[in-house]
């Protein structure tokens, strides 16, 4: 190969010089300048020297050359010999390419630092700031929860790194989750797999980072990838929660992440809460008042003055709290047995409204033993389960239903789904049949005699986009609440759906039960981000080992009608080794945002429950 020639070279190094970007092209258009300037005063002083001396010899002509350079106009005032008048032409024609190239320059660059600010790409100078990685619908409800939780803090950031578009983002959280009030919003446009882009966060002084799983295909891929970025960045190491969408996937992600993060399975959790909604009526809508930041949150407090006391002793210690359980070193216990005894190193888990409402009641508020009643809890019998339509997480429900019905229950899934008729091996309680049907056909829906099931769930077909299914969901409960009144017919029905908005349109199915799989682990998301402490409670209530939350008759607690105040229902709860938490009125299921449902009532405010109402109680099966 011939040697680069000299001309070659210095073209190489003119382009290395001006892809340096605008910087670079203002030096050069700043030589160019100077070099007609000195060449102008140059030419004026050997050629045309009487005008030279007139305007003060090599000074002057240097001035009188850059005015003409910058500002081409002052051409039409000059006088003199010819050579000088063409002298100052040239420069002033110099001037009109200069300056005209200059301007491009400077408005090219300035659109190019626009287009640069617009992306997002600067790095965050915050601390104490909540970081997200990736984006899905649930970070709508993520935000709009945190923003609930740091309404009366100065100074609290949320910050998104995602690769969409900076300002679409910015738009969309205003328009899905509103005003972010106190709470500042900072997003910036990268790849959370991307270790370099993560430095774009400040991860070394953020108070927590959640990882969501995004949409599309093989989402838990996208997430553990993150989690190992994160893994393998140098520096502090903030708390992180993640979500997982498949259960098989929980092992591999643990691996990724490390023992310190909180990984919440979607799918094992959204199929619990299905199940035991369709056991309880109600459930849903207890659990997302739990989770939410507007309503009744779940503490951990210390508290000296109910060390020494027993568990079943202090429940009603708090006016405007409400106990549900302890925190040892040896873990979370919700319920426990009412003799056990607090000790000074038991943290005291109350749901309150807010941190600063939870004091001691002056004087334990006492109950009215005459309105209280012990009627025994009947277990059911063989029930008749039907599930229309089918999903993923279809098999992990029906494993768990099976561990909640008796022996001899049936369980009938009628679906067009492919893979609903495979994977029931091993079955304890429930025997299971497949029914193809086409469940948006009303006439293939009455053919299943919906009359003889006690519950009916309702599931998302995984076959459609998020939207489109809960269209056809939606679709299926308006056939349901249709034959129910045509029929006479009576039997529990719970829905599963993606978007919250859609909730308000399926009100008017009058649904027994809607549990919205994003949104309640949108909502789960947020509380551990604001303390991952909450994990043990959380895992704790959403197994189906220990304690959960049943909605029971009123009137197997205390006398229906009879005025009582919520002491004496926590009284009735506790002789049966139970935690009352609340109650739900008949009367208001069907209006939002709370479907009847009272969590953490005052202990002495006057109340009446009738014969359709339920009392809220942490229990065992």
């Not at 340096?20 to 160019?32: H, K, N």
């Not at 799918?267 to 809508?285: F, K, N, P, W």
């Not at 009879?562 to 009735?572: M, Q, R």
């Given at each position: 190969?011939?040697?680069?020639?000299?001309?070659?070279?210095?073209?190489?190094?003119?382009?290395?010089?001006?892809?340096?970007?605008?910087?670079?092209?203002?030096?050069?258009?700043?030589?160019?300048?100077?070099?007609?300037?000195?060449?102008?005063?140059?030419?004026?002083?050997?050629?045309?020297?009487?005008?030279?001396?007139?305007?003060?010899?090599?000074?002057?002509?240097?001035?009188?050359?850059?005015?003409?350079?910058?500002?081409?106009?002052?051409?039409?005032?000059?006088?003199?010999?010819?050579?000088?008048?063409?002298?100052?032409?040239?420069?002033?024609?110099?001037?009109?390419?200069?300056?005209?190239?200059?301007?491009?320059?400077?408005?090219?660059?300035?659109?190019?630092?626009?287009?640069?600010?617009?992306?997002?790409?600067?790095?965050?100078?915050?601390?104490?700031?909540?970081?997200?990685?990736?984006?899905?619908?649930?970070?709508?409800?993520?935000?709009?929860?945190?923003?609930?939780?740091?309404?009366?803090?100065?100074?609290?950031?949320?910050?998104?790194?995602?690769?969409?578009?900076?300002?679409?983002?910015?738009?969309?959280?205003?328009?899905?989750?509103?005003?972010?009030?106190?709470?500042?919003?900072?997003?910036?446009?990268?790849?959370?797999?991307?270790?370099?882009?993560?430095?774009?966060?400040?991860?070394?002084?953020?108070?927590?980072?959640?990882?969501?799983?995004?949409?599309?295909?093989?989402?838990?891929?996208?997430?553990?990838?993150?989690?190992?970025?994160?893994?393998?960045?140098?520096?502090?190491?903030?708390?992180?929660?993640?979500?997982?969408?498949?259960?098989?996937?929980?092992?591999?992600?643990?691996?990724?992440?490390?023992?310190?993060?909180?990984?919440?399975?979607?799918?094992?959790?959204?199929?619990?809460?299905?199940?035991?909604?369709?056991?309880?009526?109600?459930?849903?809508?207890?659990?997302?008042?739990?989770?939410?930041?507007?309503?009744?949150?779940i503490y951990l407090r210390s508290d000296a003055d109910l060390v020494g006391m027993t568990y079943g002793q202090a429940l009603p210690a708090y006016q405007t709290a409400t106990v549900i359980g302890l925190?040892?070193?040896?873990?979370?216990?919700?319920?426990?047995?009412?003799?056990?005894?607090?000790?000074?190193?038991?943290?005291?888990?109350?749901?309150?409204?807010?941190?600063?409402?939870?004091?001691?009641?002056?004087?334990?508020?006492?109950?009215?033993?005459?309105?209280?009643?012990?009627?025994?809890?009947?277990?059911?019998?063989?029930?008749?389960?039907?599930?229309?339509?089918?999903?993923?997480?279809g098999r992990q429900i029906v494993r768990y239903l099976d561990g909640y019905v008796t022996s001899g229950s049936v369980l009938d899934i009628a679906s067009d789904h492919p893979e609903a008729a495979i994977?029931?091996?091993?079955?304890?309680?429930?025997?299971?049949?497949?029914?193809?049907?086409?469940?948006?056909?009303?006439?293939?829906?009455?053919?299943?005699?919906?009359?003889?099931?006690?519950?009916?769930?309702?599931?998302?077909?995984?076959?459609?986009?998020?939207?489109?299914?809960?269209?056809?969901?939606?679709?299926?409960?308006?056939?349901?609440?249709?034959?129910?009144?045509?029929?006479?017919?009576?039997?529990?029905?719970?829905?599963?759906?993606?978007?919250?908005?859609?909730?308000?349109?399926?009100?008017?199915?009058?649904?027994?039960?809607?549990?919205?799989?994003?949104?309640?682990?949108?909502?789960?998301?947020?509380?551990?981000?604001?303390?991952?402490?909450?994990?043990?409670?959380?895992?704790?209530?959403?197994?189906?080992?220990?304690?959960?939350?049943?909605?029971?008759?009123?009137?197997?607690?205390?006398?229906?009608?009879?005025?009582?105040?919520?002491?004496?229902?926590?009284?009735?709860?506790?002789?049966?080794?139970?935690?009352?938490?609340?109650?739900?009125?008949?009367?208001?299921?069907?209006?939002?945002?709370?479907?009847?449902?009272?969590?953490?009532?005052?202990?002495?405010?006057?109340?009446?429950?009738?014969?359709?109402?339920?009392?809220?109680?942490?229990?065992?099966?």
């Open positions: 190969m011939s040697r680069a020639t000299f001309r070659e070279r210095t073209r190489y190094w003119f382009d290395n010089t001006m892809s340096r970007g605008t910087v670079a092209l203002i030096g050069w258009l700043a030589l160019i300048s100077m070099g007609l300037i000195l060449l102008v005063t140059a030419l004026s002083l050997w050629l045309t020297p009487v005008e030279a001396a007139k305007n003060n010899g090599l000074p002057g002509m240097l001035w009188m050359s850059l005015m003409r350079t910058l500002s081409p106009g002052k051409v039409a005032s000059d006088t003199g010999s010819a050579p000088f008048i063409a002298l100052m032409f040239a420069a002033s024609m110099g001037g009109i390419f200069i300056v005209s190239a200059l301007v491009g320059v400077l408005s090219n660059g300035l659109k190019i630092k626009f287009e640069q600010l617009r992306k997002g790409r600067s790095r965050i100078i915050e601390s104490g700031h909540i970081v997200i990685l990736g984006w899905s619908d649930q970070v709508f409800t993520i935000v709009a929860e945190l923003v609930q939780a740091h309404a009366s803090d100065r100074g609290s950031v949320i910050s998104i790194l995602a690769d969409r578009d900076k300002i679409d983002m910015e738009d969309d959280i205003r328009q899905h989750a509103g005003d972010t009030g106190r709470t500042k919003l900072v997003c910036r446009t990268g790849r959370p797999t991307e270790p370099t882009d993560l430095d774009l966060m400040n991860l070394d002084t953020a108070r927590s980072v959640v990882v969501l799983s995004p949409q599309g295909d093989d989402p838990d891929a996208h997430v553990i990838k993150t989690l190992l970025a994160l893994a393998k960045r140098s520096g502090d190491r903030p708390p992180v929660v993640a979500a997982i969408a498949s259960t098989a996937n929980m092992a591999a992600a643990r691996l990724a992440g490390g023992p310190d993060v909180h990984l919440v399975d979607s799918d094992d959790t959204a199929s619990r809460l299905i199940v035991q909604s369709s056991r309880q009526s109600g459930m849903s809508v207890v659990c997302m008042d739990l989770l939410n930041f507007d309503d009744g949150e925190r040892r070193a040896s873990g979370v216990m919700l319920n426990p047995p009412m003799d056990t005894v607090i000790t000074a190193e038991d943290e005291i888990i109350v749901i309150a409204h807010d941190d600063s409402l939870i004091h001691l009641a002056e004087g334990m508020p006492k109950a009215q033993e005459e309105s209280i009643v012990l009627v025994e809890h009947t277990r059911p019998g063989p029930e008749r389960t039907l599930v229309l339509n089918w999903n993923g997480r994977g029931f091996e091993g079955l304890r309680n429930l025997t299971v049949n497949v029914k193809e049907c086409d469940i948006a056909d009303r006439y293939a829906l009455e053919s299943l005699g919906l009359g003889t099931y006690q519950h009916v769930i309702v599931l998302s077909d995984d076959r459609y986009a998020p939207d489109h299914a809960d269209t056809r969901t939606l679709m299926t409960l308006l056939q349901l609440r249709d034959m129910q009144t045509s029929l006479g017919e009576r039997y529990s029905i719970v829905s599963e759906m993606h978007d919250e908005n859609n909730r308000s349109l399926a009100e008017v199915t009058e649904a027994d039960d809607i549990v919205i799989s994003d949104t309640v682990i949108g909502l789960l998301l947020a509380q551990l981000a604001e303390n991952q402490h909450l994990a043990e409670v959380f895992g704790y209530l959403f197994d189906s080992r220990g304690s959960e939350i049943y909605p029971r008759p009123a009137g197997q607690y205390v006398r229906a009608g009879a005025p009582i105040s919520f002491a004496s229902v926590i009284e009735s709860a506790r002789r049966r080794g139970e935690t009352a938490i609340g109650y739900r009125l008949a009367d208001r299921v069907n209006e939002a945002p709370h479907f009847g449902v009272v969590l953490n009532p005052d202990k002495s405010q006057p109340l009446r429950l009738g014969p359709g109402d339920s009392v809220i109680v942490l229990a065992e099966r």
